[in-house]
């Protein structure tokens, strides 16, 4: 197994801890259900845990596929730069959960009030999760690529290098 491997079994994790976080989280505001509330930090912790390992394989799997055809130099920046962005974000919102958890266990009157900032900062998580995520998928499935995408290269409209 080698790091493009290894980054690819991780690198769902957070995405998807984030993502059903989120969905829990809603549906223990829903039913007003402390329990339910409490899993979805839960599993925000568990991907900002996870977040770590799946941003640390990132340049092993940059070294394994860099060389391959249709790969730029340009996705693999993007994806890095985005990737980054939602690592900090999703620690950010792990530790956010673990002050909203020791809130709720402390019966704080604003333990209401860091349930609904939590809240709010998943959803920015979300957008750097589906941004990092896609930009991941972006450099080997070009079938998901933009029509502005070719063989790895961004084509603005008007640019000269078309004309060569």
């Known amino acids: ?12 994790l957070p995405i998807l801890g984030t993502l059903f976080g989120i969905l829990v989280l809603l549906t223990g505001f829903l039913l007003k259900h402390e329990t339910v509330k409490r899993t979805g930090l839960g599993l925000f912790v568990f991907a900002a845990v996870s977040a770590i390992p799946a941003f640390l394989t990132g340049e092993g799997a940059e070294e394994v596929v860099e ?6 130099e340009n996705l693999i920046e993007r994806h890095e730069d985005l990737a980054n962005y939602f690592l900090w974000t999703v620690i950010g919102l792990g530790m956010l959960s673990l002050a909203t958890f020791y809130a709720t266990f402390r019966a704080w009157k604003a333990a209401s009030l860091f ?3 939590t809240l709010i900062v998943s959803f920015g998580a ?26 790895g290269t961004i084509h603005q409209e008007g640019s000269d290098e078309d004309d060569d």
């Open 67 to 72: 060389g391959l055809p249709g790969v730029g």
């Open 126 to 151: 979300m957008v750097f999760a589906y941004q990092a995520g896609t930009s991941g998928g972006e450099i080997r499935h070009t079938e998901i690529r933009s029509d502005t995408m070719v063989q």
């Open 115 to 117: 349930y609904v900032i």
């Open 1 to 12: 197994m080698n790091q493009a491997h290894l980054h690819l079994l991780l690198n769902h």
